[in-house]
């Protein structure tokens, strides 16, 4: 689920910026570009680690012809990739007809209401403001419930993280209101 991996980065800097605060900036703008982005292969950025001495390694810059300078850095990040198969709880912000969407940290889990929950929840509108899943025994969910699911795909492209979750399964489903 979170992880800290080394990760690198081409970082570019104005010539302008070429004094003693250069690791800051170049720091400063490493976080800019990459905390709450997502790489294919490691997942959702979360933070970099700027706290230990290691964590970010600034290599020599290159001038570029356009101007700015081109730095290689290596640092540590905390990512967030996801796993079929892995169990998470998870937070209820949206009851659709179709299904649930929850929230698992920065990502968005999708839960259907056609093959990935209990065939005894039915969708309840009848609060337009509050819609809710029923099931026959009085059981609920509704946004703000927490929800444990079992993760049943994931697709990762450079721009968004989808996430499918199931909780037709032993043990899963709501934890608390």
Known sequence: ????????????VNPTNFHEEL????????????????DEEHGYVVAVDTSSKDGIQIGPGV?????PCSFHVKYTA????PFV????DTVVIKVLKIGLICELGPLEVFVSYQSAMPSDYRYDDTHASR???????????TVGDQIRLQIRGVKI??????VMGDINLDC??????
């Open 85 to 88: 198969d892995e169990v998470v």
């Open 1 to 12: 689920m979170f992880f800290k991996t080394t990760l690198a980065k081409h970082i570019h």
């Open 23 to 38: 690791p800051m900036i170049v720091q400063h703008q490493l976080c800019k570009e990459v905390e709450g982005s997502i």
């Open 131 to 141: 819609p809710k899943f029923v099931a026959e025994q009085d059981d609920t969910i």
């Open 157 to 162: 492209s450079n721009t968004e993280i989808k």
């Open 78 to 81: 905390i990512v967030l990739r």
């Open 63 to 67: 001038l570029l012809d356009s101007g």
């Open 172 to 177: 899963m489903g709501k934890i608390s209101a």
